[in-house]
C-alpha cells in the first residue's frame, strides 16, 4: 500500500506540535521535511533546531529531502536526528556514488530527487545503489504549484527501468499531490506520496490521508 508522507512546508508553524500530533493520528507514514537554502533554491526553509523539535514531537520517521548547495555537508548536520530517508539533488551532486555511500554507513535510507526536466535515464547507473528516488511533480522551492503532468509518465518510466535494476526501489513523489493526481501516480507505480497544503488545507487530516491512499 501507498506511503503518505506530509509536508511541514505546508503547515501552520506557530502550532507544529499540534499539527504533527493531527497528521499521526491521521495515520501518515512519514514527516516530509523540505531543506532549502536558498542558493539551489530560491527559498529558505528549516535548519536542524527546527527539526530536533520535529523529531522530539513525533513518533513518526523524518524523510528529509535535500534542496540544496554542499549536499555532504548537510547530510552530515541532519544524520544525527536518525531519519528514516535522505534525498539530494541530481543535479547539484558531483559527486553522487560517494554521497549515496556515505549516507547508507550512517544508517540512513539513500535517495536521489530529480527536477522535472531531469530524465530518469540519468539514474540508470546509480540505481541498484539506492532505496528511493524522488521524482518532483513541481520545480522545487515553494509549496502549492501546479503538478506537471509528466511526473506520471516518469514514474511509469522509473518502475520499468528499477524491475530490471533494482525491483526494491521505492518511488516517492512530490508537488501538487491531491485528490486527482494521487490515483493517477498510485497506478503509474509510486509507493510515497508527499502532500503539503491538500492535507494541511483540509479540514480532517485523516480524511485527506485516507483519500491519497486510495481509501476513501
Not at 554542499?70 to 541530481?90: D, G, M, Q, T
Not at 526536466?117 to 524522488?134: C, G, H, M, Q, Y
Not at 533494482?166 to 486527482?180: C, H, S
Request: proline fraction near 6%.
Amino acid at each position: 500500500m501507498v506511503q503518505i508522507a506530509p509536508s511541514i512546508l505546508s503547515a501552520d508553524f506557530s502550532r507544529l506540535g499540534e499539527e504533527l500530533k493531527g497528521i499521526e493520528e491521521g495515520g501518515a507514514d512519514l514527516v516530509h521535511c523540505d531543506v532549502m537554502d536558498g542558493h539551489f533554491v530560491p527559498n529558505l526553509t528549516i535548519g536542524p533546531v527546527v527539526l530536533e523539535g520535529v523529531k522530539r514531537s513525533t513518533s513518526l520517521p523524518l524523510d528529509i529531502h535535500l534542496m540544496v548547495e554542499n549536499n555532504p555537508f548537510f547530510v552530515e548536520l541532519f544524520a544525527p536526528l536518525k531519519p528514516r530517508y535522505i534525498s539530494f539533488h541530481w543535479e547539484e551532486e558531483k559527486h553522487p556514488h560517494r554521497l549515496v555511500q556515505r549516507i547508507k554507513e550512517l544508517g540512513i535510507g539513500a535517495g536521489i530527487a530529480i527536477n522535472p526536466a531531469t530524465p530518469v535515464s540519468f539514474l540508470k547507473e546509480i540505481l541498484p545503489e539506492l532505496e528511493f528516488v524522488l521524482i518532483m511533480s513541481v520545480n522545487p522551492g515553494f509549496g502549492g504549484q501546479k503538478f506537471i503532468t509528466s511526473g506520471v509518465q516518469k514514474v511509469r518510466e522509473l518502475r520499468e527501468m528499477a524491475s530490471q535494476l533494482n525491483p526494491a526501489l521505492k518511488i516517492e513523489v512530490d508537488g501538487g499531490v491531491n485528490r486527482e493526481t494521487a490515483p493517477l501516480l498510485r497506478r503509474a507505480g509510486a509507493d510515497i506520496l508527499v502532500a503539503g497544503s491538500f492535507i494541511f488545507k483540509s479540514s480532517n487530516y485523516r480524511e485527506a490521508i485516507s483519500t491519497l491512499r486510495g481509501e476513501g
